[in-house]
Structures are given as C-alpha cells and as structure tokens.
C-alpha cells in the first residue's frame, strides 16, 4: 500500500512554536510599562481600523474605468513619445498635434490617467496644454478626483493638473474669463476657481483618510499650496509636496512657465476661506492622540507639517491660542514643562528620523513666546548633546535660526565643545548653521575658528583638502595629488563640505583667513584638482571672489595656475574657475591680461568646444583680438577700481593715484621708465648731432 504523505520537519517545526511563544512571553514581560510611562501610540494601519482612534471617513472601493485597446495604447505611446521629443517644427504645428491627440483621446481621459503605460501622455498634454484645454480635462475629472487622487498612475496626473492650472485663477483675477469658445460645444466654460472648489468639495469629507494615502497625501499637499497661493517652484515647498524618488516627467525644449517659480501668487478670497475649511475639517474629531500618532506616520507626516505650517503662516501666529488649532492640539498643556504630556510628546520626536521633521517646523513658525518657553525648558542646556545627534542635529540647527544673539552666544560656547566630535563624524551641517548665525548676529567666531583649526589641522595647519574630503594620490614628482576616479564621485560629506567652506569665505577674521591661507599652500598640482572637481570648485569660487580676499591672496592662487588656463577652459567644472578668476583680478591687470593671452594662444580649441565657447564669451575674447586697447578700458572699467594697473609690456596707459605711497614695484618701474626716457633723449640728441656734422 502507498504510503501517506507526512510533512517533514514537524518535530522541528513544534519546537520552534515553543520557543517564539516563550520568546514573545518574555518580551511582553520586558516591554511591559505603567500606564504613566507610556507615550504616545504610533499610527498604523490596524490602529486606523481599530477602534482605540475616532473613526476616520473611508471612501469606498476604487471604480474600474476600463482599459485601452491595443490600437489605442499604441497610438498613445507614439503620440507620447513625439511630446517628449518636441520636434516640432513650429509651435502651431505643436497645437495642431495635440488638438488631435485631445480629439483621440476623448472619452477616455480617465482611463489614460489610470493606465501605466499612457500617464505620462496625460502629464506631457497637461505641461502642454492650453488654459481652455486644461478646463476641458478639468471638467472630465470633475466627479472622479477623489478615486483619481488616490490611484499609483492618476494621482500623478492630478498633481500635475493642479500646478499647472494654478496660474490660470491668478490670471482671471486680474483679466476676468475671456471669452473663448470650447473646441467641444457641449463643454461649459467654467472658472478655474470654481473647478478648484468642485474638486475640495469632493475631497473634503475624506481628508483625514487621505493624509495617510500613499499617493492621496502628495495631491492633496499641491492642493493646499495652490489655495495658499505659495510658490510651486520653491525648494521648501517642493520637498514637501514631491518625493525625491517622483520621475520628473517633461517636454524637451519646453517653455516653463514663469508663474511657477513667483515668490507667491494671488488667490481669490473664496480660496483662503476654502483653506481655513480644510484645516478645520482635516483635524476636527481628531483627538491629540491620533494627531500625535500623525506625527510619526511617514506618510501622514508630511502633511501634518504643512497643515501646521499654512495654518501659523496665513492665518496669525495667534491661532496657536485657539483650542481647536492643529498647534493647540498636539500640545495642550500650558505651560508646558517636564512632567507633562506635552513634554513627553516634544522629547520623543528630538531623535525620531520622522517625527523631528514635524518638531523643525514649530520651531520655525510657532509664535514667539510659545518658541522662548520651549527653547528654555527643553533645549537651552541641551544644545551640545543636540548637536552631537545625527537627528536632533537638524533640530538643533532650526533653534539657532531663531535665537538672539545672547542666547546664540551661550549656545555657540556649548557646541564649540562639541566641534572636535563633529568633525570626526563629518557633521558639517550644524557648524555651517552656527557660523552662519554668527556672522547675522554679530557674535564673535574667533573659538569656532579655533576648534577647527585643530579638526581639520594638518602638518601645516588647517587643511582645506580635509574639509573638501578631497582623494589623495601619489604623483610623479612625489607630490599628492586627487585620485580623478574618487574625487569626482558624488558625495553628500563632500557637499556639505564645500558649502561648509563657503560659508567660512563670509566672515571676515579668521574663519575665511583659514581657507584662504590653505588655498593658498596647495601648489599647482592640487588646485588644478581642486578646480576640476565639480565640488570642491565651489569653494575655490567662492574663495576668489570673495569681498575679504586679500589681493595678495588672489594673486598668489591665480598664479598657480599659470600654464594650466587652457586646459581649465575646457573642463565642465574648471572653467568656472576661469570666469571666477575674472573678478578675482580686480586690481591685478597684469594678471588678467596674463590670462587672457593664453586663452589667445588656443582660440582654435577653445572654439571647438562648448564650454570653452563659454568661456571666450565670457572674457569678451573677440574684443580683445580685435581691439585689444578697448578690452584694457572695459576691464578696467568693470573692475571700479581706481589703482587697476594696465600689463607692464602692454601699450595701456599706467594709471596711479597721486594721493598714496608707492609700492616698491612701482617706484622700480618709474626708475626704469625715467632711466630709458632719459637713453633715449640722449640718443636722440646725438643722432641729431651727428646729422648736423654730415651736413656740414
């Protein structure tokens, strides 16, 4: 007879039950806390659906707007990829070409927003599209917003409908609705600011469902930048309203749009009073512990943070005093000291990857003497340990934006203690942060300077190629030079480097008398590296056109790459440095026409090359072939200095001021010019001497 069929590994598999019971026994027993000790309770998809939270409106299954045929996707993909090329002959031609996508496509708009295939088709046709074609694609998604917001392929469609449509009510308020006729008769012609409020209205009963949505949240943050009239270009926006990981999806060569990136727009009232609604309603019913749980749901967060932000922003630091403010709720005790809820709830976001983030936006808005309280309870004896963190860093840098100088003092001499650690673990952020307030306040930065001095200290002291993490690699002549292979690798601690050194350049003393003096020893081979790395160019940049760079310095810099100039013009990053070298010859004509006869010398290479093209523009290179008399003037002009001095063998005019003591340069120079006047008076005379003895 066959035998049964046993599974293996059931002894086996009963012990490992065993001991995962007694492990979780014996960790329920660990994690086990007193009702008082316990926090706040992270929002989870089972702590949504449990009944421990007030409920939250759901809405219900998403529909199925069919799909495309075969014949259809195909022709949307060709018509997708003629958009994102844009080889167009003529922009009408353009228009024509999407009036027949738009006629193909009608009707079945949803289901292009919904395919994964032909989304992109619908971003690029919004990108492209006409103010009446947007309100005709407007109107087809009128009614579907809320399921549409929420779909991995359409909500990407809606974003992109809301930002580009949001220059379009800006506009109607300075021009009323022209009178344009719809290409469909059967089309309404509405205002966009009615279309924006059609769609609120459909998204209003779910917005605390939707803060949580994995792609509902996004749209719904463009949603509520648009009605604040914010800028949608703005980097402090943007990082809240895209992921970074969102493809950025276009049209070659296309126009971008100026209204995009305007410091704010305007916005008609009827928008304010629909963002005051939205506020109210995406946190009325919800409780402080549901909204403490936002505060560390990575998706939830983001939100939260721009709903706090909008609501101390728009409407006054004094809505923090109404009990039914989002601010109010999540820290209702007052005062808020140690001990209290509150307090448990601020500690525990300090150090939390998500919920810090949402802790750096009430330091920056919340109301200034809420901020005083906050910053002496819980952060005026912490600020080097907060520091120190890798986290609480990034807090600890908002609380320096906003202290006064006294307390930015006091704060200064805890984190200089902590530089030396900083140093180690390339936490170069918070000192940027503490030297940049420094230099607002007024406050002296001499022991910052100190400190690192010794972190980034070398045989002969401060080191530049440390602070830039610059590669090192053996050369020929045995000297050091970058490794082209690592030095040129993109690297976050590179990158906070340079913006560290820069920020350095700022302040005069000796904070940029560091830089200066370590660019200043690197020799020829480094600072040719140095200049190519696309990095560490920028604080080579910002170094020599600098407002306390010493003349002596930029002399000494420049002059390391003599020989090198063009070779450096025909290097994407390099070549930066050469136009920088233009500003940084103030004063220094000799230099500068030093430099411009090399570039001379490879006009031909120069020419055959596009950022050398850039270059040779830049320096007005055909000026200087052509006249080279009038190059002189203009670059003495530009430069508004009165000491210029004009190349010593060029046919300029020396320019000095009366008015001074001569360097010892100069007064060799007059001797010089004094001495061969003076042989040549004499030759003359004799020549004409001699004349007059053979006519004799």
């Not at 080889?87 to 009707?107: H, I």
Request: hydrophobic share 40%.
């Amino acid at each position: 007879m066959p035998k049964e069929n046993k599974r293996r590994g059931r002894r086996e598999e009963q012990k490992k039950r065993k001991r995962e019971h007694l492990d979780d026994e014996s960790a329920h027993k660990k994690r086990k806390k007193s009702t008082d000790e316990a926090e706040f309770i992270p929002l989870t998809e089972e702590t949504q659906q449990d009944g421990a939270f007030h409920s939250v409106t759901r809405p219900g299954e998403m529909p199925f707007y069919g799909m495309l045929d075969e014949e259809e996707q195909e022709y949307f993909k060709r018509a997708d990829e003629m958009l994102e090329l844009n080889q167009f002959n003529d922009p009408e031609e353009r228009a024509l070409f999407l009036d027949n996508v738009y006629r193909e496509a009608d009707g079945k708009e949803l289901k292009i927003a919904n395919s994964q295939s032909c989304s992109r088709l619908m971003e690029r046709l919004i990108l492209l599209s006409t103010p009446m074609q947007l309100k005709g694609l407007f109107q087809k998604f009128s009614g579907h917003f809320l399921h549409l917001v929420q779909h991995r392929f359409a909500s990407h469609c809606c974003e992109a409908l809301f930002i580009h449509a949001a220059p379009i009510v800006t506009r109607e308020i300075v021009a009323p609705m022209e009178n344009q006729t719809p290409s469909d008769p059967n089309q309404v012609v509405v205002s966009m600011e009615n279309l924006f409020l059609y769609a609120i209205n459909e998204l209003e009963d779910y917005l605390g469902y939707l803060m949580t949505d994995k792609f509902a949240s996004h749209a719904l943050r463009v949603l509520l930048v648009v009605l604040a009239g914010l800028p949608l270009a703005q980097s402090n926006t943007r990082s809240l309203l895209q992921s970074k990981k969102k493809e950025r999806v276009g049209v070659a060569g296309a126009e971008k749009s100026n209204e995009l990136s305007l410091e704010k727009r305007a916005v008609p009232e009827a928008f304010t009073n629909a963002l005051e609604k939205v506020i109210n309603d995406s946190v009325s019913g919800l409780d402080t512990t549901y909204l403490r749980a936002l505060a560390l749901h990575p998706t939830g967060n983001p939100t939260l943070q721009l709903l706090l932000q909008l609501e101390l922003s728009q409407f006054g630091k004094q809505r923090a005093k109404d009990e039914n403010s989002i601010i109010h709720r999540l820290l209702p005790d007052d005062p808020i000291v140690e001990g209290t809820e509150s307090a448990s709830f601020i500690n525990g976001l300090v150090y939390s990857p998500v919920g810090s983030r949402l802790l750096e936006t009430v330091i920056e808005f919340a109301p200034g003497k809420m901020f005083k309280a906050l910053y002496r309870e819980f952060f005026k004896e912490r600020m080097g340990s907060l520091a120190r963190n890798e986290i609480a860093g990034y807090v600890a840098a908002k609380l320096l934006e906003r202290l006064g100088k006294e307390d930015l003092e006091e704060a200064m001499l805890l984190i200089v203690e902590q530089l030396p650690g900083l140093v180690e673990r390339n936490r170069t952020v918070i000192i940027k942060c503490l030297v940049e307030r420094c230099a607002v306040r007024g406050v002296d930065t001499a022991p910052i300077a100190a400190q690192l001095e010794l972190g980034y200290g070398g045989a002969n002291g401060f080191e530049i190629s440390r602070l830039l993490k610059l590669g090192e690699a053996s050369s020929d002549d045995g000297k050091k030079l970058l490794s082209n292979t690592k030095a040129h690798q993109p690297n976050p601690d590179k990158a906070h480097g340079s913006l560290l050194a820069q920020a350095m350049l700022t302040v005069p003393g000796s904070l940029s008398n560091l830089i200066f003096e370590s660019f200043a020893r690197l020799g020829t081979p480094l600072s040719l590296n140095v200049a190519r790395d696309p990095t560490a160019s920028r604080a080579l940049q910002a170094a020599l056109t600098s407002p306390n760079a010493s003349i002596i310095f930029r002399r000494k810099m420049i002059q390391q790459f003599y020989g090198h100039i063009a070779e450096m013009a025909l290097d994407p990053s390099a070549s930066r440095v050469i136009d920088s070298i233009w500003d940084g010859t103030n004063g220094l004509a000799f230099i500068r026409e030093r430099i411009a006869e090399e570039l001379a010398e490879t006009e031909a290479s120069l020419r055959e090359s596009g950022v050398g093209r850039a270059v040779w523009r830049n320096w007005r290179m055909d000026l200087y072939k052509r006249r080279r008399g009038d190059w002189v003037k203009q670059s003495r002009t530009d430069a508004g200095n009165d000491v210029f001095q004009s190349f010593p063998e060029s046919n300029g005019e020396t320019r000095i001021e009366k008015n001074r003591h001569l360097t010892a340069i100069e007064l060799a120079r007059q001797k010089h010019a004094a001495a061969k006047a003076k042989r040549e008076k004499e030759l003359s005379k004799a020549k004409g001497k001699g004349k007059a003895a053979m006519t004799e």
